[in-house]
């Protein structure tokens, strides 16, 4: 059974600072990995979606890259602004297109 | 131009209660997924089904009933409702089965079971 768990739960950083979110899975056995954001009361957006084959995926300001075999991934956000703020939850995907979800690193970033 | 909608968006009910919850999606996708997200907002798959056949059912108590008429729609209906059962439930969809599609999720419909 999959398990998914990612570091730290909170971070609270300075405007402009670049951050890492970390995210460790238990079954390296995985398709892809995805990473989400959620704001407050609303649903969930895909940022990166990083396949098995690869070893990084950019998109603007965010790169997340993938260990598979060591069963880690991390979001690294560059320069981050105060919109960036929300849970970051990351997602690797099994057999059956079944993401399984960590708890997520609620980010803030302070004007 | 809505990806992934749902209906209602809250719920309020009380115990006993049977209600529906209804997804849509305008993307010509072909895989919809029911999440729970409890209050800890831990976020988990309940159903998923590929052109209106149930694929995933995770061990999700049988008053949960998904129904797909068509593979535009998969609806959730929940008997007897229970205070446990509130949550925030979301719909997804994803191009098919086959691995490397990103899944797409509604806004979600917070129910709350009183």
């Known amino acids: 059974k999959q398990e998914v768990t990612q570091i730290p739960a909170a971070l609270s950083v300075p405007e402009g600072e670049n951050l890492v979110l970390n995210c460790s899975f238990t079954?390296?056995?995985?398709?892809?990995l995805q990473w989400f954001r959620q704001d407050p009361g609303k649903g969930l957006t895909s940022l990166l979606l990083?396949?098995?084959?690869?070893r990084e995926q950019t998109s603007g300001r965010l790169n997340a890259s993938l260990d598979k075999s060591s069963g880690r991934s991390t979001l690294y956000i560059a320069a981050s602004q105060p919109g960036d703020s929300a849970t970051y939850l990351c997602?690797?995907?099994?057999?059956?297109?079944?993401?399984?979800f960590g708890e997520g690193t609620q980010l803030t970033v302070n004007p | 131009d809505t990806a992934v909608s749902q209906t209602p968006k809250y719920l309020v009910t009380q115990m006993g209660n049977d209600k529906s919850i209804k997804c849509e999606q305008n993307?010509?996708?072909?895989?919809m997924y029911w999440y729970k997200q409890d209050s800890k907002k831990f976020l988990k798959i309940m159903f998923s089904?590929?052109?209106?056949?149930?694929?995933i059912n995770e061990t999700v108590p049988n008053r949960f009933s998904p129904k797909s008429p068509d593979k535009a729609h998969l609806n959730l209906h929940i008997n007897s409702l229970e205070l446990g059962d509130s949550a925030v439930y979301f719909c997804?969809?994803?191009?098919?089965?086959?691995?490397?599609?990103?899944?797409?999720f509604g806004p979600g419909t917070r129910l709350t079971v009183t």
């Open positions: 997602a690797p995907e099994t057999s059956g297109s079944r993401l399984t």
């Open positions: 079954d390296s056995a995985i398709y892809n």
């Open positions: 993307l010509g996708h072909d895989t």
């Open positions: 990083i396949q098995s084959s690869q």
């Open positions: 997804a969809s994803s191009q098919d089965l086959r691995r490397g599609y990103e899944q797409y």
């Open positions: 089904y590929n052109n209106k056949e149930l694929i």
